[in-house]
């Protein structure tokens, strides 16, 4: 039996949302065949007020013990670092998560904003947010770089907005079932098994991209969308297109550019004018090359791919 | 001579985000006065400022992760007014689907996760229904509640069909969508639908067929209903009717009987070149203001809109339209129940003052006969509400679900109504302008009603309105307090 505190921050619930369309294993099945022991959570936790409160303190004791503390949302710091723009059960949030922290066996930050800070600290971060270990690219955050939880691990950090149902379960799993051993995490400590390779691994609009055609606007039945529309789907890593999305499909498949919402600097370009949905480019040539290609290679590359591409490929190609 | 009151301070009220808390006094074992705090700010307002305009397409939907498409929609339909787009009714229908499916989405996971665990509190144990209901609801492991919660997730598997993901896609922009669904994609949305009809709504929910439960039109045809077999009555709907009321539930949660819906899912060949003006004479679902005190309804206008501030963490004077706020947020955020005490506003009506919004009076306005002609009328809901004397956490709670079959038909009819071969987004100029669309809240807790175990309120409603939605992205919900006359 391993004990789970959910906790929301400055927090949107869509993780939560996410987490409820999970299927294998699904949120019931976690508590039925895998003996995870769901104290509380935000929305679906049973208590209130005082015996919530009881219960809280009694886990910052030890009393109760943690073995799995998931956090979702930003840690709001303000106003001037006291964090009061955001209490729960009568005192600021932060308080909470830095004393929960200390006692927790594992902690899972769930999600942009818990990881960097994700949307609530997109500038001027008015609620002056950071991720649990991170703001953004810089390591830190609200429990500091060198955190690490009594299981001698730092936050696990399943990034997203949200997080695909799968990559929490299976990351909830995995430690509750004693498998924290085999969880590699690259240097933003994402588990490498969900965030090594790319959103365009598996992009039905592969094809596209290989021969430099686009989708010059919404709406078409072929076309990448990386020329045009902003894609971010070559430097961004997940498995979008790998793992479906509520097991049907992913944003680019739909004919939505990818975002790039695992990475930390998610939303790009702090969504300056002139920067949504709209390819950057210097010169005519993208200024974010995809992953480990530099410019010269690009241009060659473009020449190359347009010259081969064939007929088919600036046709309709996902016929009625 | 009159007991003293006791005042409770309950921090948090669980199952709205656990950033909510509520004060209540208490007299006789009635709540006579409430106060609730919304205890978090993100000031998406704030983010949103001087950003591409279209940034609202991703900020808004993460106001709020529950009903992220309600959103979409609103910050997509203000973009069409502003910019003076040409929507195609593809578009329209698409739009619609999303925000239908994410509603669907919402029934099963707020009736199991959020409201019927409260069923298998021990407080009710002596009911005669309590065996059953812990045997059925309670969480994670009772047996409808692990189906419900489960099959929940099958309504957005379409949302994802057409915009990648569910919950926080962009893909309703303004011109438009982005995606052009084909033939496969409709296709398997319509087996999705059919396979949440015959193994949740069906059999578990109504224990009849939709067609059975759309021959409900009175009160009295609802009773007729529940006694005509023993599925009805053992189903989940006929369970909750029966045990809400033998533990009173009917009697709980009265409100001020004044209502308010800014209508919803805007016709695929009305609205096609959309503007504020012509939004009202344009929507399936229509919009007004129904006073249950005199028994009118009324069209709703958004010019009619107030943001009340005066007791919210605003440096900003009261009474003010959508459109005028500034949000400056008061940097000590003190709690002081005689003063400010929140982070939501209270959002009225310019003559009507506070009205209540969400599923009951979506269903209440559906049964005036005003607006035009075509649009939608259920006379269901407000016979009952009339028959039963107002309101009740009871009906509440009934009249989401129930908005659920025809929500359910709108769905089927879209699929027939897309035409694949037609277009799905025609590319708007951008310029400067303003616009206004409403997120119609359908999904999630943010509307929800009851808390009935700290009951006896008739006046609690977990009605927060997230701090930091766009500018244009407002919505009117009821008053997030209520204080004395
Ligand atoms: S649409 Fe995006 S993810 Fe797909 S191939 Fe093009 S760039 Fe890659
Ligand atoms: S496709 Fe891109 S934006 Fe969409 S969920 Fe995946 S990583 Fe995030």
Redesign the interface.
């Known amino acids: 039996m391993a004990n789970l505190l959910w906790l929301q921050g400055g927090a949107c619930s869509g993780n939560t949302m996410s987490f409820l369309n999970a299927e294998e294993p699904s949120a019931c099945d976690l508590v039925t065949d895998f003996g995870i022991n769901v104290l509380w959570h935000p929305s679906l936790g049973m208590e209130l007020g005082e015996n919530l409160q009881k219960m809280m303190k009694a886990l910052v004791s030890g009393e109760i013990p943690l073995d799995i503390f998931v956090f979702e949302g930003s840690v709001v710091n303000a106003p001037g670092g006291t964090g009061e723009w955001n209490r729960f059960a009568g005192r600021p949030m932060k308080d909470w998560v830095a004393d929960l922290a200390k006692v927790s066996n594992f902690v899972v930050a769930i999600g942009d904003c818990a990881t960097w800070g994700g949307i609530p600290a997109t500038a001027p971060n008015p609620s002056d947010s950071v991720g649990l270990q991170f703001l953004k690219r810089a390591h830190g955050g609200a429990l500091g770089a060198g955190y690490r939880s009594k299981a001698g691990l730092p936050v696990i950090n399943v990034p997203g907005c949200p997080a695909h149902p799968d990559w929490i379960t299976q990351i909830v799993v995995a430690v509750a079932t004693g498998r924290a051993g085999d969880l590699s995490l690259d240097e933003f400590q994402r588990p490498k098994t969900f965030f090594t390779s790319f959103t365009q691994t598996g992009c039905t609009r592969n094809m596209h991209f290989a021969y430099k055609v686009s989708a010059t606007e919404f709406g078409q039945r072929k076309g990448c969308l990386f020329y045009d529309l902003g894609c971010r789907g070559p430097m961004t890593h997940s498995p979008c297109n790998r793992i479906l999305w509520n097991r049907q499909s992913s944003k680019t498949r739909a004919g939505m550019p990818c975002m790039g919402c695992t990475e930390p600097e998610f939303p790009f370009f702090d969504l300056a004018p002139g920067t949504v949905f709209k390819t950057q480019t210097v010169m005519g040539v993208p200024k974010d090359m995809p992953t480990g290609v530099d410019k010269t290679g690009y241009i060659k590359l473009t020449a190359a791919a347009k010259a081969a591409s064939p007929a088919w490929a600036e046709e309709e190609i996902f016929v009625v | 001579m009159s007991a003293a009151v006791q005042t409770l ?11 909510l ?1 509520v004060r209540v006094d208490i007299q006789d074992g009635v709540v006579v006065n409430a106060w609730t705090s919304a ?6 307002e ?2 949103l400022r ?6 609202g ?3 808004t939907p ?5 009903c ?1 498409a309600s959103h979409l929609t609103c910050a997509a339909w203000a973009l069409d007014t502003a910019w003076k787009t040409t929507v195609p009714r593809n ?1 329209i229908l698409a739009r619609n689907l999303g925000q239908i499916v994410e509603s669907i989405q919402s029934l099963p ?1 707020h009736h199991y ?2 409201f019927m ?1 409260d069923y298998t ?1 021990k407080n009710y144990s002596n009911s005669a229904y309590y065996e059953e209901a812990v045997k059925r609801w309670s ?3 009772g047996t409808n ?2 189906i419900g ?2 099959i ?2 099958r309504p ?2 379409i ?13 309703m ?1 303004p ?6 669904p ?2 496969t994609d409709v296709t ?1 949305a319509w087996s999705i639908l059919e396979h949440f009809r015959r193994n949740w709504m069906e059999p578990i929910w109504l224990g009849c067929t939709l067609e059975r439960y759309e021959e409900i039109r009175s009160y009295d045809d609802l009773m007729a209903w529940l006694d005509e077999r023993p599925e009805h009555a053992n189903s989940d709907l006929g369970l909750f009717w029966r045990m809400s009321l033998d533990i009173g539930l009917d009697k709980y949660g009265r409100g001020h009987d004044r209502y308010v819906s800014w209508g919803y899912l805007p016709h695929e060949d009305r609205y096609n070149k959309p503007t504020i003006e012509s939004r009202n004479a344009s929507l399936i679902m229509k919009s007004g203001v129904y006073n249950g005190t005199t028994d009118t309804h009324k069209l709703m206008d958004q010019s009619f809109t107030r943001e009340d501030v005066g007791r919210a963490w605003y440096d900003e004077p009261g009474h003010l339209h959508p459109f005028e706020r500034t949000t400056k ?1 008061i ?3 003190e709690v002081d129940h005689e003063g400010r005490y929140s982070w939501s506003v209270a959002v009225t009506h310019d003559q009507d003052g506070r009205l209540e919004a969400g599923p009951l009076s979506r269903q209440l306005i559906a049964g005036g006969r005003h607006g035009e002609s075509w649009q939608h009328y259920d006379p269901l809901v407000l016979d009952i509400y009339k028959k039963l004397g107002g309101a009740s956490v009871m009906l509440r709670h009934f009249a989401r679900m129930h908005e659920g079959v025809k929500l359910y038909r709108e769905a089927e009819r879209i699929l027939r109504e897309f035409r ?2 037609d ?3 025609e ?1 708007p100029t951008e310029k400067d302008g303003r616009g206004w669309g409403r997120p119609r809240r359908f999904a ?2 943010c509307a929800t009603g009851s808390r009935c ?2 009951a006896r309120s008739r006046t609690i409603r977990s009605s927060r309105r ?1 701090p930091g939605m766009s500018a244009r992205a407002r919505t009117m919900v009821p008053a997030a307090r209520s204080r004395r006359p």
């Open positions: 301070d309950i921090s948090p009220v669980g199952r709205v985000e656990g950033d808390d205890e978090l700010f993100r000031g998406f704030i983010i001087d950003k591409d305009p279209q940034a397409l991703v900020v993460r106001a709020c992760g529950i992220g578009a996971r996760g959020l665990i509190n969480p994670f492991t509640y692990e919660v489960t929940s997730g957005v598997e949302y994802a069909l057409l915009g990648g993901q569910w919950p926080h896609s962009s893909y922009v011109g438009g969508v982005m995606c052009a084909t033939l398997r947020a940097q000590k955020n694949l071969k277009s799905w987004y590319k999630g807790p175990r700290t997230r």
